[in-house]
């Protein structure tokens, strides 16, 4: 399902094949349980390798590798690009969002559900009105000329003079106003309740509370929380396929790829909730030795970001994917961890055959009007040919060409196409945001302020596209990394290297 719907929607997505990787007798007889369910569950061209065709496949695998199951027809997405790419292509075809909301309460009505929703409202003072007396003055001078002996081109000259200063005069009152107020917005929490006939609920780790509003006890989320590493680009050169260890009890267990966009990729590790929490140092450290067990090679030295994330799993122990006993109309999709990316396009159609069952006679229905494309964002690049980049800072916008403004250098990510970002039909309001659409701030540098300080450059397009009349947000530090600082040290990297 993927080729097609990249096909349509332009997330990105490449068959680069997968490799689980046995390092002895007993790993392999895993690698025969998992070919044998494979094959069960109508997995095609699954294969075991050894040897010269297992080094063949990929060379720089460490030597420790007995066998490996291979899957040919495995691919990699970037999971935030394919979620943008659905979310936008909803947008276009009509879906509302409504984002930054939480679901307070539920009410069960005899033919569907009120939600009870509270979010934030961000409250901006007026900006000034328009001087009304240059408009008196303009009025004036345009009928002097029939009540007094004065030249008429004159009056119409004065005219045109006041009006422009004026237009000037008040453009400047308004910028200076939402300079003044852009960091002082006054945020009011506000309740809105909304009618529906059918829930789907999808709220992840928030899967249960949510539940819990209509009743339904059924199941508790349980968070598994994981962490990555990312490398550069030049580690992620050589890999080829994505390596996966023989699977323990929490899973797959820490993977080897490279992503979408050639860096490398390390990780995750496998804490539940409940277990203790290890230093950052610590988790650095056993992913990087978990992870040289497939490719010795490896160069930590080049990691500089990570992230960590939380898989939903739940006292129930598999996915859930159904009608909440006893509340006709309200569908749970929970418990979606991995590989849940993978079955998303399979869960969606469920969740459209578990409504239709409910009763919702629109998906009967076919919509003339869908349009299933939606257009890339970032344009293929030629190396430098036709881009410019200009390191002041002062003098970033002097490219009067949007398609040869270059806002990111390390991922040479144009002015156009953070404009096109932002003019989407899904609402942008900060740096973060066209960071995951446009790749601007996601290379090597991380936006270093004295390399190229994409970030700020990013800030001032979002400013002026959205006319200047709200606070920008910018991407926070630490978040949700186990790096020392966000901008690694010579010191930091050989840390690392140690490791």
Same mark, same amino acid.
């Given at each position: 399902?993927?080729?097609?719907?990249?096909?349509?929607?332009?997330?990105?997505?490449?068959?680069?094949?997968?490799?689980?990787?046995?390092?002895?007798?007993?790993?392999?007889?895993?690698?025969?349980?998992?070919?044998?369910?494979?094959?069960?569950?109508?997995?095609?061209?699954?294969?075991?390798?050894?040897?010269?065709?297992?080094?063949?496949?990929?060379?720089?695998?460490?030597?420790?590798?007995?066998?490996?199951?291979?899957?040919?027809?495995?691919?990699?997405?970037?999971?935030?690009?394919?979620?943008?790419?659905?979310?936008?292509?909803?947008?276009?075809?009509?879906?509302?969002?409504?984002?930054?909301?939480?679901?307070?309460?539920?009410?069960?009505?005899?033919?569907?559900?009120?939600?009870?929703?509270?979010?934030?409202?961000?409250?901006?003072?007026?900006?000034?009105?328009?001087?009304?007396?240059?408009?008196?003055?303009?009025?004036?001078?345009?009928?002097?000329?029939?009540?007094?002996?004065?030249?008429?081109?004159?009056?119409?000259?004065?005219?045109?003079?006041?009006?422009?200063?004026?237009?000037?005069?008040?453009?400047?009152?308004?910028?200076?106003?939402?300079?003044?107020?852009?960091?002082?917005?006054?945020?009011?929490?506000?309740?809105?309740?909304?009618?529906?006939?059918?829930?789907?609920?999808?709220?992840?780790?928030?899967?249960?509370?949510?539940?819990?509003?209509?009743?339904?006890?059924?199941?508790?989320?349980?968070?598994?929380?994981?962490?990555?590493?990312?490398?550069?680009?030049?580690?992620?050169?050589?890999?080829?396929?994505?390596?996966?260890?023989?699977?323990?009890?929490?899973?797959?267990?820490?993977?080897?790829?490279?992503?979408?966009?050639?860096?490398?990729?390390?990780?995750?590790?496998?804490?539940?909730?409940?277990?203790?929490?290890?230093?950052?140092?610590?988790?650095?450290?056993?992913?990087?030795?978990?992870?040289?067990?497939?490719?010795?090679?490896?160069?930590?030295?080049?990691?500089?970001?990570?992230?960590?994330?939380?898989?939903?799993?739940?006292?129930?122990?598999?996915?859930?994917?159904?009608?909440?006993?006893?509340?006709?109309?309200?569908?749970? &999709?929970? %418990?979606?961890? /991995?590989? @849940?990316?993978?079955?998303? *396009? !399979?869960?969606?159609?469920?969740?459209?055959?578990? $409504?239709?069952?409910?009763?919702?006679?629109?998906?009967?229905?076919?919509?003339?009007?869908?349009?299933?494309?939606?257009?890339?964002?970032?344009?293929?690049?030629?190396?430098?040919?036709?881009?410019?980049?200009?390191?002041?800072?002062?003098?970033?916008?002097?490219?009067?060409?949007?398609?040869?403004?270059?806002?990111?250098?390390?991922?040479?990510?144009?002015?156009?196409?953070?404009?096109?970002?932002?003019?989407?039909?899904?609402?942008?309001?900060?740096?973060?945001?066209?960071?995951?659409?446009?790749?601007?701030?996601?290379?090597?540098?991380?936006?270093?302020?004295?390399?190229?300080?994409?970030?700020?450059?990013?800030?001032?397009?979002?400013?002026?596209? &959205?006319? %200047?009349?709200? /606070?920008? @947000?910018?991407?926070?530090? *630490? !978040?949700?990394?186990?790096?020392?600082?966000?901008? $690694?040290?010579?010191?930091?990297?050989?840390?690392?290297?140690?490791?």
């Amino acid at each position: 399902m993927f080729p097609q719907l990249d096909k349509d929607l332009h997330f990105g997505y490449y068959k680069n094949g997968s490799l689980v990787v046995a390092r002895g007798p007993e790993d392999e007889l895993t690698l025969e349980k998992l070919i044998k369910q494979g094959e069960e569950n109508g997995v095609k061209r699954l294969k075991i390798v050894r040897g010269e065709e297992l080094r063949a496949l990929e060379p720089t695998l460490t030597e420790e590798a007995t066998a490996a199951l291979h899957s040919p027809d495995a691919g990699i997405v970037i999971p935030y690009e394919f979620a943008i790419a659905l979310a936008e292509n909803a947008a276009d075809n009509g879906v509302e969002f409504r984002i930054r909301r939480r679901v307070t309460g539920i009410e069960r009505l005899d033919n569907g559900f009120e939600l009870h929703v509270d979010y934030t409202d961000v409250i901006v003072p007026p900006a000034p009105p328009a001087p009304t007396h240059l408009g008196a003055i303009i009025l004036v001078l345009a009928v002097l000329p029939f009540v007094a002996p004065v030249d008429q081109w004159i009056c119409f000259g004065l005219a045109l003079a006041v009006t422009f200063f004026g237009f000037v005069y008040h453009r400047h009152r308004v910028t200076k106003h939402h300079q003044a107020h852009k960091h002082h917005q006054t945020p009011t929490t506000r309740v809105e309740k909304i009618k529906t006939r059918f829930v789907v609920n999808a709220a992840g780790g928030a899967s249960d509370k949510i539940a819990q509003l209509v009743g339904d006890n059924s199941f508790t989320v349980k968070p598994r929380y994981g962490e990555y590493l990312l490398a550069d680009k030049n580690e992620g050169k050589s890999l080829r396929h994505t390596l996966f260890p023989a699977p323990g009890p929490k899973g797959k267990g820490v993977l080897v790829q490279r992503t979408l966009w050639g860096n490398a990729c390390y990780g995750p590790t496998a804490r539940d909730y409940d277990e203790p929490v290890p230093t950052h140092d610590e988790t650095t450290s056993y992913l990087l030795t978990k992870c040289r067990e497939l490719i010795p090679t490896l160069d930590a030295s080049k990691v500089f970001h990570s992230f960590t994330g939380a898989r939903s799993k739940t006292s129930r122990g598999d996915w859930i994917i159904e009608e909440a006993p006893g509340v006709p109309g309200f569908i749970n &999709l929970a %418990g979606i961890d /991995s590989p @849940g990316l993978a079955g998303s *396009p !399979a869960i969606a159609l469920e969740a459209v055959s578990l $409504l239709r069952k409910a009763g919702c006679d629109e998906l009967n229905k076919k919509n003339p009007l869908f349009n299933p494309k939606r257009a890339p964002i970032v344009v293929p690049k030629n190396g430098w040919k036709n881009l410019k980049a200009q390191k002041d800072l002062s003098r970033a916008f002097e490219c009067k060409d949007p398609k040869q403004n270059v806002i990111c250098k390390c991922e040479k990510v144009t002015e156009a196409e953070v404009v096109e970002a932002i003019r989407r039909s899904l609402p942008v309001d900060n740096t973060q945001a066209i960071r995951r659409r446009t790749r601007a701030g996601m290379g090597d540098c991380q936006g270093r302020p004295d390399n190229y300080d994409c970030e700020q450059r990013v800030k001032q397009i979002l400013e002026r596209e &959205l006319g %200047g009349t709200q /606070s920008i @947000g910018m991407r926070s530090w *630490p !978040a949700s990394s186990i790096l020392p600082r966000r901008w $690694l040290t010579e010191e930091d990297k050989q840390k690392l290297k140690k490791m």
